[in-house]
Nanobody, 116 residues
Framework: QVQLVESGGGLVQPGGSLRLSCAAS????????IRWYRQAPGKERELVAVISNLGGSTNYADSVKGRFTISRDNAKNTVYLQMNSLKPEDTAVYYC?????????WGQGTQVTVSS
């Protein structure tokens, strides 16, 4: 059973930092790329960052480039999203995602709120 569990969200002031984690199970983690998405109420789900299976390649949305870093620890079956210099517009529910055999799997999401 494929499972993705996000954690690490919370309330942070503008300019602050958070590190999100996505713990994966139920599949061979090290052969799949992992994605982070986010969605705010009334807005489309946005792809934030992508990391290749071994972590050698990453891509970011323009809105987060230079501020967010995606990484993974395959020994721990975990993907991270380090978020620095946070802005109010980063407020959203953040989800990790994996596509296995043309099927997308999602975690439950973790809320990130950036507010003074």
């Amino acid at each position: 059973q494929v499972q993705l569990v996000e954690s690490g969200g919370g309330l942070v002031q503008p300019g602050g930092s958070l590190r999100l984690s996505c713990a994966a199970s139920g599949f061979t983690f090290s052969i799949y790329g992992i994605r982070w998405y986010r969605q705010a109420p009334g807005k489309e789900r946005e792809l934030v960052a992508v990391i290749s299976n071994l972590g050698g390649s990453t891509n970011y949305a323009d809105s987060v480039k230079g501020r967010f870093t995606i990484s993974r620890d395959n020994a721990k079956n975990t993907v991270y999203l380090q978020m620095n210099s946070l802005k109010p517009e980063d407020t959203a529910v953040y989800y990790c995602n994996v596509e296995l055999r043309k099927v997308n799997y999602w975690g439950q999401g973790t809320q990130v709120t950036v507010s003074s």
